[in-house]
């Protein structure tokens, strides 16, 4: 048993692994995750405030703590001492289930999260997740689609019109971009061939080798490589699932106050604030489990240093990958506007979706075709006429008519009787004087040189 | 028959008494958002059954799928409908009550015994050889092998169904009532239409309200300060006595 750990190599779990777990291990484990995330939570608030900040060129956080960095803790003990202030109109029992609800589900998504492979706990051993089966990644979605309840019901209850208007988006927006979300998630399940969390990130250990202009090459074994399209995929939907900027639209402060959670204060706030930090922190170890290799290090680091996946080690991939896909999560929000919310269901469902199956039956053949099931006449044959079939779609799809350009003179000559004037064409702008005596008050200076 | 291992049975009288008390609550509770709820309950622990006799998957979709997507749409329309729709508790029909209840028992002992007695002695054969490949692998060949026909017919199915939902409900414009710019800008300026943006109410001047209304240069009150769904009144003695939170 001692030798896996001496053996200084990865040591992938089984789910026969998690079937031998001892009471009291399950028990270190599940502590560990529920204080970790709490950690993270704590961490990620300041990051997120500290990188937008040096973003904004300001300082951000700095007073509390070493560099502001116990800003975060300090907040989150206000928040639960704060008096709660609970709505006339609001239902009182749904009202107090809603955030609870969020905080659970986020909670439980971390369960079958693989932070590295099999180590030795106390002479026990373990692998570094709390649980595994067989459709783990099915789990994950559960909770997440168990998520909406928390944020529509908390939109419900509070008996207010900015609220219910939050949680009927928010409702809209995550069964929309879940879709797209479970789509992206299909092609990872046909390559791996297992829905359990532990298996996809053996199954990324290594990659093929390829045949490369008569060279051996192997290639990488990451799904973000592998499925370009379903990483891109995955990574827009999981920005819209945690309604995170530019997608923030449930909880869009100039639209909507606070949206869904306008009414909430003291600790259940403080349970939807944690909840949405949570899941931003799921979907970016979901995307590193699923699509950037798990816990195993980068590609060039194995290569020199050979126990690089062996006993503690991996939990540095893995949040090290984590900390930059958060980074990324920030960057945007720092970055881009929000978006109009017609716009937004209609790239969800227009573009993401389609885009999603046209990708997966694309895969499909593909794995088909080289997996020798079928002959090579039927591959060749089956491809052209695809191919011919799509260049002539594409060739007749209607286009829409383009109206003719007007010229300026030919629009004002269409405009109805009793339209409002407008200013000639050759309108002459006068300079407007206080620019000529800006210029004159500077004058003397350039006169001295 | 196969023996039933004590944490299954506690699983199954945990998990069956709370899905029946969720089936109750739907039934019993008097507002329509709460009876959605409840019907929750109920299918999440229709999951976890299905999970803990060895189908996690089917466990898992009917959460995903039913508890998280169909209800929620269920939910979507009721809080569309408002939250203060409750049913009337009138009787239409002298009697019903009691006849639908007597009915209803009558019916579930029915079809429980029914079914007590038709697999009550049943064994469960050949579970292992068709989760010999894995659970999901099974269901997967069965589903695009021998039901195949009857998968693509249920989907096509469901697509015409919400298709023609959709065309129900799709209201056209029709070409002539669509006000284009030129029109509407006529309206606002038409003589006896004040074209400005409205005056806010009189709030923070004397009063935290936004009933009170913005002031005229004559001391009255603007009307068209207040929005018409405001309702007016008077705050009660209650109300306007002081809240013992000033110092």
Redesign the interface.
Known sequence: MTSFVTAATAVDPTLETFENDIWWIVLIKLVGVFALLLLLTLFTINYERKVVARMAVRPGPNQVGPKGWLQSLTDGLKLPFKEEIIPKTADKVVYFIAPVISATTAFTAFSVMPFGGVVNMFGHQTALQLTDVPVSVLVLLACSSMSVYGVVLAGWASGSTYPLLGGLRSSAQMISYEVAMGLSIVAVFMTAGTMSTSQIVAAQASGDPVQLFGFEVTAPGWYAVQLLPSFIIYMIAAVGETNRAPFDLPEAESELVGGFHTEYSSFKFALFFLAEYINMITVSAFCTTLFLGGWRAPAPITTFWEGANSGYWPLLWFFGKVLILLFGFIWLRATLPRMRYDQFMRFGWKVLIPVSLVWILFLAFFKVARSGAISDTTRWVTTGVVAVLVLAIAWGWPSPKKPKQLSIEEELHQRPPGSFPVPPMDLQVPPSPRVRRAVAERDPVSKEV | MNAVSTGEQVAFWILGSLAVIGALGMVLAR?A??SA?WL?VTMLNL?FFYVINSA??LG??Q??VY???IM??F??VL??VG?DASDSLIETLRGQRIAAIVLGIGFAALIGTGLARALGSTFTVGLDKANAN???EGLASLLFTKYVFAFEVTSALLITAAVGAMILAHVEKAKEDKRDQ?TR??ERFRPGNYPGPKPGPGIYANTMSVAAPARLPDGNGAERSISPILPVRELSQAEAAPKGTEK
Request: charge should be positive; glycine fraction near 10%.
């Open positions: 507002n958002v709460h709820l929750v999951g996690p998957f898992f979709v959460i995903i508890t998280g997507a929620m749409l939910l979507f809080m569309l939250r894995g659970n999901v030129v800008m006529k």
